[in-house]
């Protein structure tokens, strides 16, 4: 670590330039880890704060301050996990992670009127896919945390061990369980065009009121599922089957208002929709595809999930659109 300067000579501590750059990498982990952004900007910053709570002795004595930054953070992760999931069994219907835009898109400034760092972007890979994110929900905390850590960010299970506070022969068997779940859920990928094909489709036999398009393109077993957190009017719990989901979806379209569009978006690096009124987002749709069917479909309406999409709009505000 870079030498201080001697205090009182009025210039910045020459470390702090390699202390903040690796924020974006925490911002990285703690989003896959918590599955939003907004917790994942909250642990980032207590990771900090006990950066800079040490005294200079203290942090100069940290040979590797990145791993100690990405330990702190991982243990904080870890704790938040299990709190959300107390917190998770009052949330008002179901539960989805924050959905994210694709860099170009992201809004410029967040609802406080703040500017939005290029640290706070997520890097979008298919370790963000909300598809990816749902089947982490079901892992436990200790299963996630030793999963990213050594499956997405190729940490040795020793390092993983420091923050889990296990031994890395069960880190080991933590991430091949993870491991385990993702196989076991995740479908064979349909490639990008496809997707982006079959989104297209489903928007357009969707603004048509195309009930047999629609059921053409959904899986018979599909799953549609909203998160309106309480603070804007969907479905409360999820629609399957294929027919079902297609009869909901027509009569949403006849009840939208005039107002209202809908947008092809990638959401967290897939091709997804968005429903934009006066202006304004108001719902994100993501989409898992299997083959030549839609087997998922997520849709977000919780205003305080939408900050990226609706930077510059109030957030938090109760809706009362008749739109899941």
Sequence with gaps: ????????????DPGLDAIMSERRQLINLAYRLLGSLAEAEDAVQE????????SPQQQDAIEKPGAWLTTVAGRICLNLLGSARARR????????PEPLPEHSEWGSGRADGATVDPADR??????????FLVVLEAMTPAER?????HDVFCHSFAEVAEIVGRTPAACRQLASSGRRRIRAAQPSMTPAAQRRTMVRDFKQAWEAKNIDALIGLLDPDATAIADGGGLATTFLRPIEGGEQIARAWVEIARRRPETMTFLERTVNGQPGLVAQQDGVIVTVYAFDIAGDRITHIWAVRNPEKLRPWTAGHSVGTKSARPHP
Excluded: C, K, Q
């Excluded at 670590?1 to 910045?12: A, L």
């Excluded at 069994?89 to 989805?96: K, P």
């Excluded at 997520?122 to 598809?131: H, P, Q, R, Y």
């Excluded at 945390?145 to 850590?149: G, Q, R, T, Y």
């Design 89 to 96: 069994e009052t949330y008002v219907g179901e539960w989805i």
């Design 1 to 12: 670590m870079s030498t201080r300067s001697e205090p009182g000579h009025g210039r910045p």
């Design 122 to 131: 997520v890097t979008l890979d298919e370790s963000v896919n909300l598809a």
């Design 47 to 54: 990771t900090y704060a006990r950066w800079y709570a040490m």
């Design 145 to 149: 945390v030793a999963f990213i850590l």
